[in-house]
Structures are given as structure tokens and as C-alpha cells.
């Protein structure tokens, strides 16, 4: 009797322990099953509160633009250029944004590819893309005959006839370009010369460059020598020498250009009659009228990011959307 009381035991011992390895087996299966599951929904939700929060930042700058004080001319001291406050680790709901450099940049800044006269295009892919002159007369001539409406090519240009006569054909587009990476397609093209090019380069826009924002390149792709084109962003930058801050010299009109430059002084003859130039073949303008931004997003636990990249003009359409 007392053998088989401790055997009796040592039995339901056994099973006890059969059990719980069973129990702790099915928790595991469990665990492997749902956990997954779990996993993703979390990071659904971030994704969801990040995405969300990128497009509170595309919300705010279109607000930003359409409650501005009524100008006649765009200039880089104004708040949609570079704002912290209004773009920096800005909450919303559960998640932060922030706009890539705090602010927006202004299309007008660049080389409008649709609406450059040959010569302009030629300037800048010898001064910005380091072509020699031959090749970016190529480039020049093609993008001037892919957005014109014939298929009769330019010197050194390209219609269909070129395209169809590659490994893989394609026909020449023969209207405006609707994104950058269709310069892609245009001969003489390669993705070093765009990597290069494209910071430079713009769709939007009536095609005169802002003389308040761009940049000294981009004011000697248009006709400028270095010198003057120096000469003009330092008078931009005011007293403290510095971009976008309060004391910037603003052009608030293109016919007085000539003469706010005179009288700020340090200016030739010689620099004053390119100038010239430039404001009666129409390349110049103080105003801009479309902006892009790149809004990122970070949900508020993980941190995980969404970015947005848009572009809009301002009656707040939006001509671009691009996000991760």
C-alpha cells in the first residue's frame, strides 16, 4: 500500500509536468502567432500617426503661404522661408513634424527647364552640370526640342527621329516637361550631369528667376557675371551680411533694379549695362508664386518617420506629392 501511495504520486507528478510543458508549448505557439501581429499593428499605427503628422506639416505651410500680408515681391526674410516656430518639432496629436530647413523654397529661385531661352539652359550646364561647351549645347538644343510642339531639330538637338533610333526607342514628348526626371530622356542627359543639375532646375513657374532669392549660380546661368551676381546678394543680405534675417535689402520692383543697385553703389558701367540685359529679356522677377517643402513626420513612441516632399503655388494647389 505505501509503494503504491508514492507511486500514485509520482504519477500525477508526471502529468502535472506534462501539462504545464504542453501549456508552456501552446503559450509559445500562441505567442509566435500573435505577437507578429501585434508588432505590425504598432507599427501601423506609427506609420499612421508619422504619415499624418507629415501631412499636418504640408497643411500649415499652405496656410502659411495664403495668410501672408499681400506683397508685391517674395524675399528670403519672410516667415515662409525659414520660420523654427512654425516648422520645427511642431505637435500634432500624438506626433511631431518638422519642414526640412525649417521653412520653403520658392521655385522661382531656379532655372525653369519649360520656359529658359536656349542660351540661359546652355549657361547652366556648363556652370552648374561641369559639361564643355559642345555637350551642353546637346543637352540645351534637346531640351528646347523636346518641350516645342515640332519634330524639326535644332542644331544639335534631338526629335523623334534621334529617339526611335536607340536600343530602346521612344518618341520625343513635344510639349513641357511635368517632372525633372523626364530630362532623363533627353539626349545627352546622364544621371551624374542630373544629380548635379537638379537643385537647380524647376517645372513651375512663369520662368523669370527672383532676383530677391536665387542664388549667385543661378543669377550667372541667366547672364550675370560673378561679380555682379555677388555684388547683388551681398546688397541682399544687409547689414549683418547674413541670409533671411531682418535687416535684408529687399528689389521691390524690377524697373527700379538698375537704380537701387547705382545707388548702393560698386557697380560698373559695364556690370549695370548686363543687367540691362537681363531685365528686358523678361529673366528677372521679385515675386514668387510657388513653393516646395519636404514635411517628415515622427510618431510619438517609436519615432518612426514619414516624409512628404510637395510643391504647391498660392491658391494652395498642389502640383507635386511625393512620400516615402
Known amino acids: 500500500m505505501y509503494s503504491y501511495r508514492y507511486l500514485n504520486r509520482g504519477s500525477v507528478l508526471i ?15 500562441i505567442n509566435a502567432l500573435v505577437w507578429p501581429q501585434l508588432n505590425f499593428a504598432g507599427r501601423f499605427k506609427d506609420r499612421t500617426e508619422a504619415l499624418y503628422a507629415a501631412r499636418s506639416g504640408v497643411e500649415k505651410s499652405i496656410v502659411k503661404i495664403a495668410t501672408e500680408k499681400p506683397s508685391a515681391f517674395s ?9 523654427e516656430d512654425a516648422f520645427r518639432d511642431v505637435k500634432a496629436a500624438d506626433a511631431v513634424f518638422s519642414l ?15 520656359k529658359a531661352a536656349q542660351v540661359v539652359l546652355k549657361n547652366s550646364f556648363v556652370i552648374i552640370g561641369e559639361v564643355d561647351d559642345h555637350d551642353a549645347s ?27 533610333g536607340l536600343e530602346r526607342p521612344y518618341a520625343c514628348k513635344n510639349a513641357d516637361f511635368q517632372v525633372l526626371d523626364e530630362l532623363l530622356q533627353v539626349r545627352g542627359m546622364t544621371p551624374e550631369i542630373f544629380e548635379k543639375m537638379k537643385g537647380y532646375l524647376t517645372v513651375y513657374g512663369l520662368g523669370a528667376v527672383n532676383i530677391n532669392t536665387a542664388d549667385a549660380t543661378v543669377l550667372r546661368c541667366i547672364g550675370l557675371s560673378q ?3 555677388d555684388k547683388i546678394i551681398e546688397y541682399r543680405r544687409g547689414t549683418d551680411g547674413k541670409d533671411s534675417t531682418e535687416d535684408d535689402n529687399v528689389f521691390d520692383n524690377v524697373s527700379t ?9 560698386k557697380v560698373s558701367s559695364e556690370e549695370l549695362s548686363q543687367l ?4 528686358s529679356s523678361g529673366r528677372i522677377t521679385i515675386r514668387s508664386d ?22 504647391f503655388n498660392r491658391n494652395g494647389i498642389v502640383k507635386l506629392w511625393r512620400s516615402d
Open 15 to 29: 502529468v502535472t509536468l506534462w501539462v504545464l510543458f504542453m501549456l508552456a508549448a501552446l503559450a509559445l505557439a
Open 75 to 83: 524675399a528670403l526674410k519672410e516667415g515662409w522661408s525659414r520660420d
Open 100 to 114: 526640412e530647413g525649417y521653412g520653403l523654397i520658392d521655385e522661382e529661385r531656379k532655372i525653369n527647364i519649360n
Open 138 to 164: 546637346v543637352i540645351a538644343a534637346s531640351i528646347m526640342d523636346w518641350r516645342d510642339p515640332d519634330d524639326k531639330p535644332l542644331e544639335n538637338g534631338a526629335e523623334t527621329g534621334y529617339y526611335t
Open 227 to 229: 561679380a555682379l551676381a
Open 257 to 265: 533694379v538698375i537704380a537701387t543697385l547705382s545707388k548702393a553703389g
Open 276 to 279: 540691362s540685359g537681363v531685365i
Open 290 to 311: 510657388n513653393f516646395t517643402g519636404r514635411s517628415v513626420g515622427r510618431a510619438g513612441n517609436s519615432g518612426r518617420s514619414y516624409g512628404i516632399t510637395f510643391t
